[in-house]
């Protein structure tokens, strides 16, 4: 017969992982507090790496296994023919479940005037690094890391698929330099870029349509950053060089403002790594290849 965990048990797990993500982010805000970039950028690779998982379980992967670069479940290891060596230890993340609850109205006392709703709750859940298994040779990864030349047509289509008009200019409305600009529901991009250098910019471009035409306030240069940051997250998971900003601009005084800058940006660069995949596959022929 199987067992279930105890509640104070699955809780006491989840305030361990929260305590672990607190100290991690209370850390990089310190570095970036002393002015120091790197960790942030150290992040962002991992995120690259990790982009299906939210920012805070990035956060925990790399605190607990920081040379880790491809993690899975326990059952999602054995469907691929590998399984966990003896001894490891798993990686903590967080997991959200829907829980129901009953709510009693004021006007009733009565079981069949309560109301039903659902709240979200945490749990913990383990996974493991490729380096913690043993097995079958896994499959080749989907995406032809540093491929730029099948890259860059992959965004454009992501990019008119959501409706947003691209144009390839020869010169970039209201700039002399500039590679590319963001109307909002319209795009420019010089034409006649390398695929790479096309590709950074359209990410970048791309991104500001996702972020910064909803009504939001930031500054110009906390906007800028964020794009730098998006696309920078992108080019490093398909392979491409991407250049670094000074991300210390992100940083707003608290760790809280720093995790939800950093939650939306990898929401954001997650959102435009799957639609690239998507094209990836309908380019190739293959749209069930995603």
Same mark, same amino acid.
């Given at each position: 017969?199987?067992?279930?965990?105890?509640?104070?048990? &699955?809780?006491?797990?989840?305030?361990?992982?929260?305590?672990?993500?607190?100290?991690?982010? %209370?850390?990089? $805000?310190?570095?970036?507090?002393?002015?120091?970039?790197?960790?942030?950028?150290?992040?962002?690779? =991992?995120?690259?790496? =990790?982009?299906?998982?939210? =920012?805070? %379980?990035? #956060?925990?992967?790399?605190?607990?296994?920081? %040379? !880790?670069?491809?993690?899975?479940?326990?059952?999602?290891?054995?469907? #691929?023919?590998?399984?966990?060596?003896?001894?490891?230890?798993?990686?903590?993340?967080?997991?959200? @479940? $829907?829980?129901?609850?009953?709510?009693?109205?004021? *006007?009733?006392?009565?079981?069949?005037?309560?109301?039903?709703?659902?709240?979200?709750?945490?749990?913990?859940?383990?996974?493991?690094?490729?380096?913690?298994?043993?097995?079958?040779?896994?499959?080749?990864?989907?995406?032809?890391?540093?491929?730029?030349?099948?890259?860059?047509?992959?965004?454009?289509?992501?990019?008119? &698929?959501?409706?947003?008009?691209?144009? +390839?200019?020869?010169?970039?409305?209201?700039?002399?330099?500039?590679?590319?600009?963001?109307?909002?529901?319209?795009?420019?991009?010089?034409?006649?870029?390398?695929?790479?250098?096309?590709?950074?910019? +359209?990410?970048?471009?791309? !991104?500001?349509?996702?972020?910064?035409?909803?009504?939001?306030?930031?500054?110009?240069?906390?906007?800028?950053?964020? !794009?730098?940051?998006?696309?920078?997250?992108?080019?490093?998971?398909?392979?491409?060089?991407?250049?670094?900003?000074?991300?210390?601009?992100?940083?707003?005084?608290?760790? *809280?403002?720093?995790?939800?800058? @950093?939650?939306?940006?990898?929401?954001?660069?997650?959102?435009?790594?799957?639609?690239?995949?998507?094209?990836?596959?309908?380019?190739?022929?293959?749209?069930?290849?995603?």
């Amino acid at each position: 017969m199987g067992t279930t965990t105890p509640f104070y048990t &699955r809780q006491e797990k989840v305030r361990q992982a929260k305590d672990v993500l607190n100290e991690h982010l %209370n850390a990089l $805000a310190e570095q970036m507090r002393q002015g120091k970039s790197s960790e942030l950028l150290r992040y962002l690779e =991992f995120a690259a790496q =990790f982009h299906q998982y939210s =920012f805070r %379980n990035v #956060l925990l992967i790399l605190a607990q296994k920081p %040379n !880790a670069t491809r993690v899975a479940g326990l059952r999602h290891w054995n469907q #691929l023919g590998r399984h966990v060596k003896p001894g490891e230890k798993g990686i903590m993340i967080l997991a959200p @479940m $829907a829980v129901k609850k009953r709510r009693q109205t004021q *006007e009733s006392e009565s079981d069949e005037d309560q109301e039903d709703h659902t709240i979200t709750l945490f749990k913990v859940v383990y996974v493991f690094d490729v380096s913690q298994t043993e097995g079958e040779l896994l499959p080749s990864l989907l995406h032809a890391s540093g491929a730029a030349a099948s890259l860059y047509p992959a965004l454009q289509a992501a990019v008119r &698929r959501t409706g947003t008009v691209l144009d +390839l200019v020869e010169h970039v409305p209201g700039s002399a330099s500039a590679h590319g600009a963001s109307f909002g529901e319209r795009i420019a991009v010089l034409n006649g870029l390398e695929d790479a250098e096309g590709f950074r910019t +359209l990410a970048h471009e791309f !991104a500001h349509e996702k972020l910064h035409w909803q009504g939001q306030k930031e500054s110009k240069i906390v906007r800028e950053t964020e !794009a730098d940051a998006t696309a920078f997250v992108v080019c490093r998971h398909f392979g491409v060089h991407a250049d670094t900003a000074d991300y210390l601009l992100l940083y707003d005084a608290t760790p *809280e403002v720093l995790l939800t800058r @950093m939650e939306t940006i990898r929401d954001t660069a997650a959102a435009i790594i799957a639609a690239i995949e998507q094209e990836i596959g309908m380019l190739s022929g293959d749209p069930d290849n995603v």
